[in-house]
């Protein structure tokens, strides 16, 4: 009979503590004195991102106020003479600063980088792109191209209107078109046709 009292109070002593250690377990997760909460973090998390993509979007929209997409783009080709496929804002690892990075086709067919200061308006690189499938894009590209009217240069002319242009891109995703997208705060991606000047929403991604 003592036998069976001992054993009763073990297993309910267990059984509490093994309560107490839910518990502590369920205050953890709810936010209670186990310290910040999951979703508190993803928050805070998601304002981060926010608050930096918006001053991603400040910075672009200042460096193509300062130097538009078309201006970038006639820079690249005096330094390289050919054809725009694209041309967009982004970090320089050398310089720490935003540049117009546009990628030409030479009169050759060959790809090439350049890069554009946006304050300057000057290139101050220009190089021949020698990834492994360089060859086989810029031969895409150029078929692309071939016999169409508008330039990046003029897609981005077209967009200008919805916002500070920050990029213009040969798109082949649902038949080939200029991607041109705005500094509106979004990153809002328009669409312009390779002959012709009509802007319209650009659903390639969707």
Same mark, same amino acid.
């Given at each position: 009979? !003592?036998?069976?009292?001992?054993?009763?109070? @073990? +297993?309910?002593?267990?059984?509490?503590?093994?309560?107490? @250690?839910? #518990?502590?377990?369920?205050?953890? *997760?709810?936010?209670?004195?186990?310290?910040?909460? &999951? =979703?508190? +973090?993803a928050a805070r998390t998601a304002g981060q991102d926010e608050h930096s993509? #918006?001053?991603?979007?400040?910075?672009?929209?200042?460096?193509?106020?300062?130097?538009?997409?078309?201006?970038?783009?006639?820079?690249?080709?005096?330094?390289? &003479?050919?054809?725009?496929?694209?041309?967009?804002?982004? *970090? %320089?690892?050398?310089? =720490?600063?935003?540049?117009?990075?546009? *990628?030409?086709? *030479?009169?050759?067919?060959?790809?090439?980088? @350049? %890069?554009?200061?946006?304050a300057t308006g000057k290139a101050l690189t220009a190089h021949r792109d020698?990834?492994?499938?360089?060859?086989?894009?810029? !031969?895409?590209?150029?078929?692309?191209? #071939?016999?169409?009217? +508008?330039?990046?240069?003029?897609?981005?002319?077209?967009?200008?209107?919805?916002?500070?242009?920050?990029?213009? %891109?040969?798109?082949?995703?649902?038949?080939?078109?200029?991607?041109?997208?705005?500094?509106?705060?979004?990153? +809002?991606?328009?669409?312009?046709?390779?002959?012709?000047?009509?802007?319209?929403?650009d659903r390639s991604d969707d």
């Amino acid at each position: 009979m !003592k036998r069976n009292i001992v054993i009763a109070t @073990v +297993t309910a002593g267990v059984l509490l503590a093994g309560g107490g @250690v839910a #518990a502590a377990t369920l205050g953890s *997760d709810s936010g209670g004195t186990g310290g910040g909460t &999951p =979703g508190g +973090t993803a928050a805070r998390t998601a304002g981060q991102d926010e608050h930096s993509d #918006a001053a991603e979007h400040r910075a672009e929209a200042r460096a193509a106020k300062r130097l538009s997409a078309p201006q970038a783009i006639g820079a690249a080709l005096d330094r390289v &003479p050919g054809r725009a496929t694209s041309a967009e804002l982004d *970090d %320089d690892d050398r310089r =720490g600063a935003l540049v117009w990075e546009v *990628d030409v086709l *030479d009169r050759h067919g060959v790809a090439y980088h @350049v %890069d554009v200061d946006p304050a300057t308006g000057k290139a101050l690189t220009a190089h021949r792109d020698r990834d492994d499938d360089a060859a086989a894009d810029a !031969k895409e590209d150029g078929r692309a191209l #071939a016999g169409t009217t +508008t330039s990046a240069s003029e897609a981005a002319r077209a967009a200008a209107d919805k916002g500070r242009v920050v990029s213009v %891109d040969l798109d082949d995703d649902g038949g080939a078109h200029w991607s041109v997208e705005v500094s509106d705060g979004h990153g +809002t991606e328009w669409s312009v046709p390779l002959d012709g000047l009509r802007v319209t929403p650009d659903r390639s991604d969707d």
